[in-house]
């Protein structure tokens, strides 16, 4: 690694009238600071010279911080991994990158990171080989390892370092989940030293730290003494079966390696930090890391559905019907921030959606003053008095096309200019609802997915009169409660209900046929789906499957699902449908059958649904053949390891192998 200190791009360097050295990481031209090779170069020229001026007596220490407002790191630069495609290649990459950063923990100065924002993946990492870390109090700032996210672990030693920090159980498990860690519970872990309340504290803090050479304390005995054999065996014994039950080590090898990891090497960490590189390399180039590195990139083009720099901001939302759905979309806008008021005929059913809307509120919000200020936000309006100061009005009511057209003719007089009008319908066209307004170019859809808070993607529906300002208002919206928006067109089932329907109606005639639902249900999940379709079915309502699928022709009269319906067995609302439901979980009883039955069979289940992708991309349903994939992934939960639908099939056909033949052969 080499750079020049006097001409850095990414980094800014001084050193003040105390000796103390500021290295400030503003990467040129972007938003976010992450760690590629020009920003590593330079850091390394940071170190070198710091490590002169000390011994020559002209630096007393060396502060790292962040010259962007919101963030610190968002970890190593994704887009520079696919150029890394052998495990040589990957080795070469990360050995200058670990001796710097050792290089780093050993200059004779305090060297003190003081973080505000997000600091995760090689940002976390980088701060862990600091001396001394500072933090804000901030719901902004966080740290963590997302790298098993993307079928990797940390790679620059922050196995080794989080574990001297945190003690192993804690490391691991942060290591093993990629969950984000607030900046108060990461002091409390050991990876932050000390808090602020703000990020103009920061400086004031970080030059103190230096002046008064504080050092971060390793984690005590009591937490360290788990990493010792034979107790280090059984943690992870005890973590491989945890982790089994979330996730299948044929999908998902990264977590399993990292326990093989420490279960070997745990007890020494110098060793550890050796074997990590090794047992890294593999996975860096496995075709599950590339098909996840390519869903993260799905993410951000689906993110870029809504406009850059819109001036346009949603602060009060009216949700119109207290049902489930409209509940829980009100729940999710007031989790975000916003006024909500829920209008329902019903007063009822207005409290009890209400109601419901606690277990959202006490994840988001820590304190019970923040649940009260949410509450308080949550207001029952039945008659609808508040719909005229709204900025987004959304209509969540029964799934019938002429109430939907009554309730919005009587609606659009009563909206505030610019306000965004919308309908969570999941099948009706929109230019059908909108037939008889005065202004039907108005009308969007926004379509959520049940259950809200858990589904990442809504789906933005275009009908055929839709102004695109209102189209980029509804994403603009979507992307301030924190979900990705895919603006689709108006077509039967948009996207993501269109390509479910055959793959759902598909599984059910099997079931009709006599194939076990057991069997049908495992099948998908060995495929990779995170649910099989008969549970599936259930979850979202037997009512609701049957009525998409005779909109999209795919449920015919006299059918098993039809007769459910029929006898109100509609799935896990009513607790009982192909399957029978106890507290929300499906009853199953888990049967053994062939594993290369199971394969097979899930081969051939998903096989519907990819068709129908093909025909979704080829009728521009929505932009590009990458946004039906980020659609399917983030809107069905299809398997993410095999990097979407169309990408799949197009792997598959790249293989030279028939569907069949490779199902057999995987």
Not at 523 to 550: K, N, S, W, Y
Request: net charge positive.
């Amino acid at each position: 690694m080499s750079a020049d200190i006097k001409s850095l791009k990414d980094w800014r360097y001084s050193v003040d009238v105390e000796g103390i050295a500021w290295a400030i990481f503003d990467r040129e031209g972007e938003s976010a600071n992450a760690l590629g090779r020009r920003p590593l170069e330079e850091l390394g020229a940071i170190i070198e010279t710091v490590e002169a001026e000390a011994k020559a007596g002209k630096v007393t220490g060396l502060i790292l911080m962040s010259g962007k407002e919101k963030g610190f790191i968002v970890g190593a630069d994704i887009s520079e991994f696919d150029q890394l495609d052998t495990e040589a290649k990957v080795i070469d990459g990360i050995k200058p990158v670990n001796a710097m950063l050792d290089r780093l923990e050993r200059l004779p100065v305090p060297v003190v990171a003081a973080i505000h924002g997000v600091c995760v993946g090689g940002g976390f990492e980088l701060i862990l080989a600091c001396h001394y870390r500072i933090a804000t109090r901030d719901g902004s700032t966080r740290v963590g390892f997302p790298e098993v996210k993307l079928g990797i672990f940390p790679g620059f030693n922050g196995t080794a370092r989080s574990i001297r920090q945190a003690g192993p159980v804690a490391a691991m498990q942060n290591m093993l989940t990629g969950s984000m860690i607030r900046s108060n519970v990461a002091r409390a872990l050991g990876y932050i030293d000390q808090l602020v309340g703000s990020p103009q504290e920061l400086r004031w803090a970080a030059r103190k730290a230096v002046q008064q050479k504080r050092k971060a304390k390793p984690a005590g005995f009591a937490k360290s003494v788990m990493g010792s054999w034979p107790l280090r065996g059984f943690i992870a014994g005890r973590m491989r079966t945890e982790t089994t039950r979330k996730v299948r080590e044929d999908h998902y090898p990264a977590p399993f390696r990292l326990i093989d990891l420490f279960e070997r090497h745990g007890g020494d960490l110098a060793a550890l930090k050796e074997a990590e590189t090794r047992a890294f390399a593999p996975l860096m180039v496995s075709d599950t890391s590339r098909n996840l590195r390519r869903v993260f990139r799905l993410s951000e083009l689906l993110k870029s559905q809504a406009p850059k720099g819109s001036t346009w901001k949603a602060q009060r939302v009216h949700v119109i019907g207290a049902g489930t759905m409209g509940a829980d979309i009100a729940g999710w806008c007031v989790a975000s921030g916003m006024e909500v008021s829920l209008q329902d005929l019903n007063p009822e059913q207005i409290k009890k959606g209400i109601e419901a809307q606690a277990k959202t509120l006490a994840r988001k919000f820590r304190t019970k003053p923040e649940r009260d200020a949410a509450k308080a936000r949550l207001i029952a309006d039945p008659k609808g008095d508040l719909v005229g100061r709204a900025d987004v009005v959304i209509e969540a009511i029964v799934e019938k096309l002429e109430v939907k057209q009554a309730l919005f003719k009587e609606l659009e007089a009563k909206l505030k200019p610019g306000a965004v009008m919308a309908t969570n319908t999941s099948s009706i066209m929109i230019e059908d609802i909108a037939r008889d307004l005065a202004d039907p170019g108005r009308l969007i859809g926004i379509h959520f997915f049940n259950p809200v808070a858990q589904m990442p993607l809504v789906e933005i529906v275009r009908g055929t009169s839709t102004r695109e300002e209102e189209i980029k208002k509804g994403a603009t919206f979507v992307t301030q409660i924190d979900k990705f928006p895919l603006v689709a067109r108006s077509v039967p089932g948009f996207l993501v209900n269109r390509v479910l329907a055959p793959y759902l109606m598909g599984a059910l005639q099997r079931l009709e046929k006599g194939e076990a639902k057991e069997k049908i249900d495992q099948a998908a999940r060995t495929f990779g789906m995170p649910m099989g379709p008969i549970e599936l079915a259930d979850a979202v309502g037997l009512d609701v499957c049957l009525h998409v699928g005779q909109i999209l022709k795919h449920a015919g009269e006299g059918s098993k699902l039809e007769d459910m319906v029929k006898a109100g067995k509609l799935g896990k609302k009513s607790g009982e449908g192909f399957y029978r439901w106890v507290d929300g979980r499906a009853q199953k009883t888990e049967k053994a059958y062939e594993p290369a039955d199971l394969k097979m069979l899930g081969r051939e289940l998903i096989e519907p649904l990819l068709t129908e992708c093909e025909r979704c991309r080829d009728e521009k349903v929505v932009e590009s053949g990458d946004l039906v994939d980020a659609g399917v992934i983030f809107g069905t939960g299809f398997a993410p390891f095999r990097g979407g639908p169309l990408h799949f099939r197009a792997s598959e056909a790249g293989a030279g192998a028939k569907p069949a033949q490779r199902a057999a052969a995987e």
